[in-house]
């Protein structure tokens, strides 16, 4: 979830002793970091010193705004504090300023400024640049309404002199056709002009091949892209001055020309881009029969884009630059001269411009050393131009859980890999799944290989001669997966079909029209700029949300003999004569092929093989190299992945980011047919309001072959298609389901089925909040849809539910109730303990509702215990409240307000279980709880609160001393009876966005604390997390739960006051998603996690395992029978 902004970074070898190999600049404060000459109304808004330029070995100073205002001969506006009207409001205070160019409104005509820095930056290893800009208050000028001019970024020749080229349109970078002298920058290289106006790409011509509607009025230069407002592009070298033509062709721009003549012969040449006799009445000039062509500052070709008018780069309105709209530029150019450009409105996501196109054929080689500038001008209209800052940031992140290949024993064997999955939001939105193996210290403790064993992106992608993996450290050259030997599966309304053109419904060829996304990259723009399809670095898409699912020998503790327990004389088909025992099954598919399965935003479920296990549980490494096996795109992808707007189109070279298949699957072993499958079950997250199923019980090549596509999906269903039993929800139910969050869960049910049980999601026509149970016949396999909705929600007022969590309470294998909790803060139960599915209901009303409404977008753990000996076991539910709204094009991801909270409720109201179930719970009359609302639930004044503080040395939070909870119904707490407890996260904005786990007698759970960067600040501050690790039952505090025997004998663990603190209940490891639990032979548990920051020495996402101390678990159990990962 760390789409943060960054910041520039020029990352090379050096070349010379003086040459720079980081440059990190932050323009908000009093002084700068590097040496930079200036030009006319460049200055520094939080400044009053006076301009000094570098020289020699001195920094010098960028003059403050104030300093110079006389330049500007008016009041100076906006800034941090700017207001409406006149008054003056800088200096700004230090910290929260800006380089700027230009004034705004009421003035800020005519203006412009440029700095150039003076330190040569070595390009042998390329360069790798972010910056940050905001432009606004201007006077809605220009046929765009957005004001004038722009602002520029360029690279120049380091063996120049810092010069600048003409204003206008020109932005400070270009010769000018239309203003005098109409000199361009000398040595110029590159150019990015952020053109709110729209003549930074207007040429006297249009360029070869350029057929769009934009006239070419001829600005500047002699080759564009015509006029047109709002818009991002890039020019080439160029040299177009008087001082360059008189030097190298002094036989046609003679030192005897007037001051007139000079300019005329600029003039000429920069419309022409040829060297120009103007003795001889103004011609080009025959050498042996050819022009002379001359670098003219000639666009990249194809690189621009013109940004619609909902996003405007100006923001006219804003009186004061935080309400103005930052826009973060990535521009990369590798040492073989390749060039790529992504920006970024508002902290959204990174949007392409260009990938990977060979520049040097038009521009000429990379000079030995580059120099960076910026400029900004106005004209007629008018705006504020500024610059914050620019620096390096990592390139990899992650946002998704660890899986595990764990056995059913839980416990570290040998060949079992944690599997992570992440993202790389600045290199095109590519994903990566590592398998790393685990292992011991010399103490005990779990430690995981730095290197993984495979990583998928490079399987699929392959890995070029001479390149090596990035991760695994692999060399090249290792051959791609071709998009004809992948096993692509889709849906085509009735039955799964082979992802080929063919098979396709016409109406599925008509909304693709494009076949990028089966890996074939024939079509991909070329480093010449040719081709269809944008440019990608790896094949595998983003893998944001989605958690690794592992699937590998069975391993449900399901026995040979069933029986429901509620009804025991019922006939259950597990049973049937004739019918395949779970033992046989499981020794039937005990040494099948372990796959890997995560969905990407590449539109695909992915299926990695992993290795396998042999009949007696040892693991064999053959095939455990992450070649992907099965690949599935969801019929309601296929719609989707093609768009006609440019930055959600997933194949467009402009496309920015959108999410397609973005859930975590569901896998598990369910029976019909006389026989046990094993299915994979998931949603698409935000990418859409679908869900589909596949049987993924034989993964052999020649079972996972595109010619059993029918029998490999199950199948697809979303809100158009879905028709409920008209006793749960009839033939409009489909109107519930939205974007499917969460993780399905696949159930045993008391009509003798199995089930696939899913929340309805978010976004619903309805705005509903309810849940879908999809029954399978246990004899042909025909599904059935249920729906049971909460009452809740509406279009104007949305609602709705991600994860439903089952809970067997009798231990029979067959699901008795589902808890799920909603956006609008309620704990709901779904009563599922008939056999006759019309009698399936909702609790009258919610269980509980949380504070304020806090959403509870996770799902809840249900495990039971007993408060001290002797006491009857409660059902306690467990959950922590949080919600995270995913990054678009135009905004960062954004999190729920206000404080959030852990909570462990008891599920008071078992009577009418008690009366039937041979297993009993605590439970009370409803007369008796004191309770006066509504339905009788609960609220967090019905718990006991657990105070939280936070340990100003280590950060850990800490419960000093536990509250105890005087429990409803005992003799003693007749008059304050609690039923439960919670407790209030400390950090800014903290909440859970993860799953909670129960961990023997513990409530484990990630936390994130959201960066709190603001958007126009240059502090690039990450997301952190904690690990939670409380009683379940009395969310209080274990003694000292973070440091085992096997740590206390580490020296890193043992003196470090984080790990020893005795009343911690959550340490800082910044672990993202859920950890998954392995134990040590002493039997210490350990959560296994990745976290969102980049190891530096193995190129890797970082990963931990935590120890834990906990006592023995004797008065907890977990209700949620089986608990994939």
Known sequence: FRTVFAALAALSAPLAAHGQTLISEDFTGTTTSNPWSFFADACLTASTAAGVQPSGSGNGQLPGCVAIQSTYNENLVGGQNGVAGPTQTLPDPNGQGALRFTNGNPGGYAQHGAIVSTTPFPTGAGVSLTFKTVTYRGNSGGAGGDGADGISFFLMDASQSPNIGSWGGSLGYTCSNANPPYVGMVGAYLGLGIDEYGNFLNG???????????????????????????????????????????????????????????????????????????????????????????????????????????????????????????IFYQLRISQRGLLSLSYSVNGGAYQQVIKSQDITAANGPLPAGFLFGFAGSTGGSTNIHEILCFKAAPATTAASSAGASEKQSAKLESGVQAYFAYYDPNNGWTGRVTANSLGFDSFGNVVLSPTPNWDAACALTGVGSGGTCPTTGVAGPTPAQSPTSRVILSWNGSQGIPYEWGNLTSAQQTALDAGDTSGDRSCEVSTAGVGLFRRRSDVLGDIVDSSPAWVGPPIAPYTAVWSDRLYPSATNPETASGSQTYTQFVTAAQTRTNVVYAGSNDGLLHGFRSGSYDAKGTFVATGNDGQEVLAYM????????????????????????????????????????????????????????????????????????????????????????????????????????????????????????????????????????????????????????????????????????????????????????????????????????????????????????????????????????????????????????????????????????GTQSLYGVWDWNMGAWNSYASVQYASMNASATGLSTANYYLTPSSLTQQVVTVNAATGDREIAANATICWAGQPSCATNGRFGWYLNLPGTQEQIIYSPELVLQALTVNSIVPASANATSCALPSDIGFTYVINAMTGGAFNQVFLPPSAAANPAFSTNPKYTDAVAIAIQTNATGMSFVTTNGAGTRFLVYETNQVDTASNNIASGAQPLNLPANNTGRRLSWIERR
């Not at 002094?250 to 012969?265: G, L, M, N, R, V």
């Not at 120009?276 to 621009?304: E, F």
């Not at 705005?767 to 729906?787: E, V």
Request: proline residues 7%; glycine residues 12%.
């Open 204 to 326: 006297a011509n249009w360029m070869p091949g350029y057929n769009g509607p934009n006239a070419a009025t001829g600005d500047n230069t002699a080759l564009g892209y015509g006029y047109r407002p709002n818009r991002i592009g890039m020019r080439g070298a160029g040299n177009i001055a008087w001082s360059w033509l008189n030097a190298n062709y002094p036989q046609y721009y003679p030192s005897s020309f007037s001051t007139s003549d000079q300019q005329a012969a600029v003039q000429a040449t920069c419309q022409s881009g040829l060297v120009w006799d103007l003795s001889h009445h103004g011609k080009a000039v025959k050498v042996t029969g050819d022009t002379i062509p001359l670098y003219d500052y000639a666009p990249i070709p194809n690189a621009y884009i013109e940004l619609p008018s909902t996003m405007q780069i100006a923001n006219e309105a804003a009186m004061a630059r935080p309400q103005a709209t930052p």
């Open 634 to 897: 969801p019929g309601a992808v296929v719609q989707t992945i093609h768009s006609t707007t440019n930055n959600v189109d997933y194949a467009n070279v402009q496309y920015g980011h959108n999410f397609f298949v973005d859930a975590t699957a569901a896998t598990g072993d369910l029976f019909y047919g006389g026989q046990w499958h094993t299915w994979l079950a998931s949603g698409l997250g935000p990418g859409g309001n679908a869900i589909f199923a596949l049987d993924v019980t034989d993964p052999t090549p020649a079972n996972f072959a595109e010619s059993k596509a029918a029998s490999l999906v199950v199948g697809e269903w979303n809100s158009s298609t879905i028709s409920c039993a008209s006793s749960a929800g009839g033939s409009s139910c489909g109107g519930n389901l939205g974007n499917t969050y969460g993780t399905p869960q696949l159930r045993r049910l008391h009509d003798g089925k199995w089930a696939i049980i899913f929340g309805n999601g978010y976004g619903s026509a309805t705005g509903d909040a309810g849940i879908f149970i999809m029954t399978i016949d246990p004899n042909t396999a025909a599904t059935t849809f249920y729906y049971l909705s909460t009452q809740t929600g509406s279009a104007a007022s949305p609602n709705g539910i991600a994860f439903p969590s089952a809970a067997d309470l009798d231990a029979d294998h067959t699901t008795d109730y589902v808890y799920a909790g909603d956006l609008q803060g309620n704990l709901w139960r779904f009563d599922l303990t008939s056999n006759n599915e019309s009698n399936w209901a909702v609790s009258p009303g919610p269980l509980f509702k949380t504070a304020a409404g806090q959403p509870i977008t996770t799902a809840i753990v249900v495990a039971s215990g007993a408060p001290s000996p002797g006491m009857q076991q409660q059902v306690m539910l467990l959950f922590g409240t949080g919600q995270r709204l995913p990054v678009t094009n135009a905004s960062p991801a954004t999190y729920a307000s």
